[in-house]
């Protein structure tokens, strides 16, 4: 009975250990997996950080190739601008030299009537006294006359008296 009970025991033993070693098994194989799961979770995290990291990066690049856009807008409005300001200056000097000219235009022809003016009046002046004075001669010869012709008249009394 005892080389029985030794047997017995020697089996339960041998079962003990088997049961053991797959249940170490079974924890090996456990652990193997959590590690796995982990790797699997970190390299997920990695993946995700680096596309957060590119989708950063290309908004911010999109944000200064923006910020390089409208500052390219705003000096291409200020050229814009500083061209329209140049026109209209370059306008108001042409249309300041045409006044200019015009005023001296007129100018030239207010001061041509004035000068014409003035000859035709003097023009005028010298006919009235030219006129005047072939009056005035007119009158010493009917005066002249007059007085030769009382002279005749005082020689012939003279005469008749002799």
Avoid: H
Wanted: proline letters at 0%.
């Amino acid at each position: 009975g005892l080389v029985r009970d030794e047997a017995e025991e020697a089996a339960l033993a041998a079962e003990e250990a088997r049961e053991q070693e797959r249940l170490n098994a079974e924890r090996e194989r456990l652990r193997a997996e959590e590690e796995k799961a982990k790797q699997k979770l970190e390299e997920v995290a990695r993946v995700e950080a680096a596309r957060r990291e590119a989708a950063m990066r290309k908004q911010s690049e999109a944000a200064a190739a923006l910020a390089a856009q409208e500052a390219l807008d705003r000096a291409a409005r200020k050229r814009e601008e500083e061209g329209r300001a140049e026109a209209a200056r370059k306008d108001e000097e042409w249309r300041a030299a045409k006044e200019e000219e015009k005023a001296i235009a007129a100018r030239q022809a207010a001061a041509a009537a004035a000068e014409m003016a003035a000859r035709q009046e003097a023009k005028k002046a010298e006919m009235r006294l030219q006129k005047e004075v072939e009056e005035a001669e007119k009158t010493r010869a009917k005066a002249q006359a007059a007085a030769a012709a009382a002279a005749r008249e005082a020689k012939k009394a003279g005469e008749a008296v002799r």
